[in-house]
């Protein structure tokens, strides 16, 4: 199982990035998948998880909620996290990650881990 995961970069405070992860070596059909964040000096939190392909299955962490966009695509086996009106508190090493079906999007929840992706946003 492998996650690969893209698309982080440096923007603007207001700006806008999309990252992608592609899961190869397990089908993503019913699994939990998700992003994770972690700032320096911070732990590593759940950004935005969904558990089924069924928009009522998304999860937002508070601070994102109306700015950041989950989105899957399982014929691709990927995922994706549309990021906008990025502050810089968004800054970050961004990670996807994927679980079990119907498990809460939190960190010890994960079976699988790509290698992240830094986002920073400038003020």
Not at 29 to 34: L, N, V
Not at 100 to 111: A, E, H, I
Request: aromatic share 12%; glycine share 10%; with cysteine.
């Amino acid at each position: 199982v492998q996650l690969q995961a893209s698309g982080g970069g440096l923007v603007q405070a207001g700006g806008s990035l999309k990252l992608s992860c592609k899961a190869s070596g397990f089908s993503l059909d019913f699994w939990t998948i998700g992003w994770f964040r972690q700032a320096p000096g911070k732990k590593r939190e759940g950004v935005s998880c969904m558990r089924k392909t069924t928009d009522s299955e998304r999860y937002y962490l508070a601070s994102v909620e109306g700015r950041f966009t989950i989105s899957r695509d399982n014929a691709e086996n990927s995922w994706y996290l549309e990021m906008n009106n990025l502050k810089p508190e968004d800054t970050a090493v961004y990670y996807c990650a994927t679980g079990p079906p119907l498990v809460s999007c939190d960190v010890s929840k994960m079976n699988f881990w790509g290698e992240g992706t830094q986002v920073t946003v400038s003020s």
